[in-house]
Nanobody, 123 residues
Framework: VQLVESGGGLVPAGGMLTLSCKVT????????VAWFRQAPGKEREGVSS????????NVVDKVKGRFTTSNDRLSEVVYLFMNRLKPEDTAIYYC?????????????????WGQGTQVTVSS
């Protein structure tokens, strides 16, 4: 299984970015993909997750109303759409995949991780 993120960059506060996570190697659709982020000096935290089989998804309260996630099953890409970005959203964003098809954001659930992509929001 491999995950490759893309789409990070520098954006002013109030702007938007879309991150992509290309997932390859799973034999079927029974897996979950999540987005995590880690800001300098802080713990890695979960942001969103999506069940590939049924497209059910969730986002954490901290970003609800600003971030959404979706899955393009045909192209095997999971997106994180980020709107009204704030400086506190600055972090390295990682996508992760779990063969356990249960929505969740516990780091221990996720076996496979991408290399991360930097998102910087200027004030």
């Amino acid at each position: 299984v491999q995950l490759v993120e893309s789409g990070g960059g520098l954006v002013p506060a109030g702007g938007m970015l879309t991150l992509s996570c290309k997932v390859t190697g799973f034999p079927d659709d029974d897996y979950v993909v999540a987005w995590f982020r880690q800001a300098p000096g802080k713990e890695r935290e979960g942001v969103s997750s999506v069940n590939i089989a049924d497209d059910f998804s969730n986002v954490v309260d901290k970003v609800k109303g600003r971030f959404t996630t979706s899955n393009d099953r045909l192209s095997e890409v999971v997106y994180l759409f980020m709107n009204r970005l704030k400086p506190e959203d600055t972090a390295i964003y990682y996508c992760a995949a779990s063969p356990l098809p249960v929505l969740g954001l516990r780091r221990s659930q996720f076996e496979y991780w991408g290399q991360g992509t930097q998102v910087t929001v200027s004030s």
